[in-house]
């Protein structure tokens, strides 16, 4: 009896030893292609954020929502260059081996949320606070926000697999603003 004990017990931790983890397990991403319409370019310097029904940031009160930023508003981020040595590369400079921090969002914004966001309960502001570097104001526009919109990054083949019918998983939402 003892040595089926310890034979079931060499074989518990031995399966457990060889799982594999992903190293964006436990978080999504959210990414956005914003561009004007008839343009590719996304425009910069907006402020982007996930707000509540009531168009009120939404904050990340104890890292409840994502595992960065806790206590701070769900801000978006622009995707950066990072070069050579792997360092963030000045605006407008360039590398020999120059590539995307995130290479899944390239030039997009993005935020990083916890698996058990419920985008559904949520909505994404975008603002263009100061019109200046954009060649113009832009409208704010606030948009609905759905779990499929989520880049789920460790998910497996046979998971994407069975996705075959509607929206394709992990593509950026398009939203094209308007000028005032």
Known sequence: MRYIL???????????????HCGYDFTSYVVLDVHESGKKENIKNLRITIVDSLGNDLVNTANKYSFKNADEPMVFSFNYLIGDDNKRLPEGATAAKERWFFPFAKDNYLISVANTFQADRFQIKIEDKDGKDNGGKFKTVILPLYSYNMYMLCSNESQQAAMKFGRKMNKPIDVVLEKE
């Open 6 to 20: 310890f034979f079931f017990l060499i074989i518990c931790f031995n399966s457990q030893a060889q799982v594999m």
